[in-house]
């Protein structure tokens, strides 16, 4: 008999522990941080589109290097911020742990990343050529 309750205890204590799903309008602190390192990779994902759009001459605003600074800057504090949330969440989706939106803010950041590098590859070889 004493068995039984040996096996029931540490079920118990993970019962205990598990943490209950969340309302999906409820927002945590992870579901804010991880939201705004989205909104911060989508920023870096549409400055280097636009710094890209001004390097390869679509528009006449000047080379894009500030720009493709700062989508470069943008893309690298989503991802880290957005990693950062994504290795310490809890639990899975609809936890309230920001899982979601620590995945998209390393999608948009690395984006983000990419475009702010193409475009400083870009104006650096057109400005030694020309």
């Given amino acids: 008999m004493s068995f039984g309750f040996v096996l029931a205890a540490p079920v118990a204590a993970h019962l205990a522990v598990q943490q209950a799903a969340v309302s999906t309008s409820t927002l945590t602190p992870e579901r804010l941080a991880a939201s705004l390192a989205a909104l911060l990779g989508l920023i870096g994902l549409i400055v280097g589109g636009l710094a890209m759009a001004r390097a390869a001459g679509r528009i006449r605003t000047g ?68």
């Fill in 63 to 130: 080379p894009g290097q500030r720009g493709a600074i700062v989508a470069l800057v943008a893309g690298l504090i989503a991802m880290a911020v957005g990693g950062l949330v994504v290795a310490t969440a809890d639990g899975g989706l609809g936890t309230g742990n920001g899982l979601a939106g620590g995945v998209v803010a390393i999608v948009l950041g690395l984006i983000g990343v990419v475009l702010g590098g193409l475009t400083l590859s870009h104006s650096r070889r057109t400005a030694k050529t020309g």
